[in-house]
Every structure is written in structure tokens, then in C-alpha cells.
Nanobody
Framework: QGQLVESGGGLVQAGGSLRLSCATTGMPFFTAYNMGWFHQAPGKEREFVAAVDWSGSTTYYADSVKGRFTISRDNTKRTMYLQMNTLKSEDTGVYYC???????????????????WGQGTQVTVSS
């Protein structure tokens, strides 16, 4: 069923920017599934950040990141991105990319709707 591999995390000062990538390998029909980003802060549950539909034309954001983060995908490269600007200390944590379970389903913020997950990439924002 393939793999999802995140990259681009690191240490950044508050107010700075990072761009995360989620590359897919061996995953058939990538272009037919919605994709999402989730964030898990230390000691907390995984929470929704953003999602993009299979075509890349529709996006959905958590209120906490609206206006700061931008999700996108390049289906020719089978890769999804998360541009994170104006980072805050509360953005610290592990970021996971995930693929929806449903072929061309509706965008969803519920982690249970996502069936394939990457290993995550650490983002640390220093204040």
C-alpha cells in the first residue's frame, strides 16, 4: 500500500517559517485521495491541522492555523506540502501526514478517517 514520508521539520524561532513535505512511495491512486496534516504536541492527542482534496483545489484548516499555514499538493510529484509561517511556540510538536481512507471522499478533520500515516517530523519553535 506504500509509504508516506515527512520531511522539513526542525528548530525555528517564533515568527519564523518552515515548509514540510510529505512524499509518497508505492502508493497507488494517490491523486484520488484527500490528504491531511496533523499535529501532536508533547503530552497531547493528535489534532487536525489542514486537509487538501484529491485535486488540490479545496482546502480546510483548523482555526488555529488559518492565515498562517498553507496546504498544497503536487500530484505530478505525488507530494503534499505544508507551508508554515509566523510560527508560535504552541506549534511545537510532531507533524504527521495522512491519507484519507475513502476514495474522493469529503474533507474531514477526524483522524479516524485517515488510514495511512507517516512517521512524523519534529517541529520545535523557540520563543
Amino acid at each position: 500500500q506504500g509509504q508516506l514520508v515527512e520531511s522539513g521539520g526542525g528548530l525555528v524561532q517564533a515568527g519564523g517559517s518552515l515548509r514540510l513535505s510529505c512524499a509518497t512511495t508505492g502508493m497507488p491512486f494517490f491523486t484520488a485521495y484527500n490528504m491531511g496534516w496533523f499535529h501532536q504536541a508533547p503530552g497531547k492527542e493528535r489534532e487536525f491541522v489542514a486537509a487538501v482534496d484529491w485535486s488540490g483545489s479545496t482546502t480546510y484548516y483548523a482555526d488555529s492555523v488559518k492565515g498562517r499555514f498553507t496546504i498544497s499538493r503536487d500530484n505530478t510529484k505525488r507530494t503534499m506540502y505544508l507551508q508554515m509561517n509566523t510560527l508560535k511556540s504552541e506549534d511545537t510538536g510532531v507533524y504527521y501526514c495522512a491519507r484519507d481512507r475513502t476514495l474522493r471522499g469529503r474533507l474531514d478533520r477526524d483522524p479516524e478517517q485517515y488510514g495511512y500515516w507517516g512517521q512524523g517530523t519534529q517541529v520545535t519553535v523557540s520563543s
